[in-house]
Nanobody, 127 residues
């Protein structure tokens, strides 16, 4: 499956963005999805994940209610709504897909829990 992330940009502190990740080349509902982010010199870190049905989601502790992950299986797209943006949210945001598997529920916060990755979309928050 191929993943195309979009929606990043330059925003001021306190602003909002909605990232999208469009999937193609596979049956989207067969995949659990996740968002990660990475800044230069740092490891990629988990942001949020959502199960293939959309019934289960999980967030990194730093999200603190500011982020919301969702998916539309009819549109083959997963979203990440980011509100109350902070300068420390500046990063490249990556979407990832994992084949539906029971082990995902124990690996969904890890990079190795995913089989496919998008190219990343840059989010820059100015102070």
């Amino acid at each position: 499956v191929q993943l195309q992330a979009s929606g990043g940009g330059l925003v001021q502190t306190g602003g909002s963005l909605k990232l999208s990740c469009a999937a193609s080349g596979g049956t989207f509902s067969n995949y659990n999805m996740g968002w990660f982010r990475q800044t230069p010199g740092k490891e990629r870190e988990f942001v949020a994940s959502i199960s293939w049905t959309g019934s289960s989601s999980s967030y990194a502790d730093f999200v603190k209610g500011r982020f919301a992950i969702s998916r539309d299986n009819a549109k083959n797209t997963v979203y990440l709504q980011i509100d109350s943006l902070k300068p420390e949210d500046t990063a490249a945001y990556y979407c990832a897909a994992a084949r539906t598997d029971s082990t995902w529920y124990s690996t969904h916060r890890k990079e190795y829990g995913y089989d496919y990755w998008g190219q990343g979309t840059q989010v820059t928050v100015s102070s």
